[in-house]
């Protein structure tokens, strides 16, 4: 079973960058349906930020779209959030999810988190 490993979180001002990398430390993500990134912010659900699938078709929360980019590398088992322009809004700790074709994120893997926060 496919372990993911979120990393790259932390502090950065309004407008600064961050990349957030998903590393599946056992097995191979290249026959996951979707690879996702989602993120909960404190009193608010788990919601999607961005997700790309096995052919490369992606998918972007309209809150993110033109700041952020998702991209999958199935040699590296790795999937990258790239996190630019970042506001206030995009405090959260975020966690990568694998899932199969037909199912629920919530009925996929997920990761154990890494903290974003933005602030001046």
């Known amino acids: 079973q496919v372990n993911l490993v979120e990393s790259g979180g932390g502090q950065v001002q309004p407008g600064g960058s961050l990349s957030l990398s998903c590393l599946a430390s056992?097995?191979?993500?290249?026959?996951?349906?979707?690879m996702g990134w989602y993120r909960q912010a404190p009193g608010n659900q788990r919601e999607l930020v961005a997700e790309?699938?096995?052919?490369?078709?992606?998918n972007y929360a309209d809150s993110v779209k033109g700041r952020f980019t998702i991209s999958r590398d199935n040699v590296k088992n790795l999937v990258v959030l790239q996190m630019n322009s970042l506001k206030l809004e995009d405090t959260a700790v975020y966690y990568c999810?694998?899932?199969?074709?037909?199912?629920?994120?919530?009925?996929?893997?997920w990761g154990q988190g890494t903290q974003v926060t933005v602030s001046s």
């Open positions: 790309v699938k096995r052919n490369g078709d992606t």
């Open positions: 056992s097995g191979s993500i290249a026959e996951i349906f979707a």
């Open positions: 999810n694998a899932r199969g074709s037909g199912y629920t994120p919530d009925r996929g893997l």
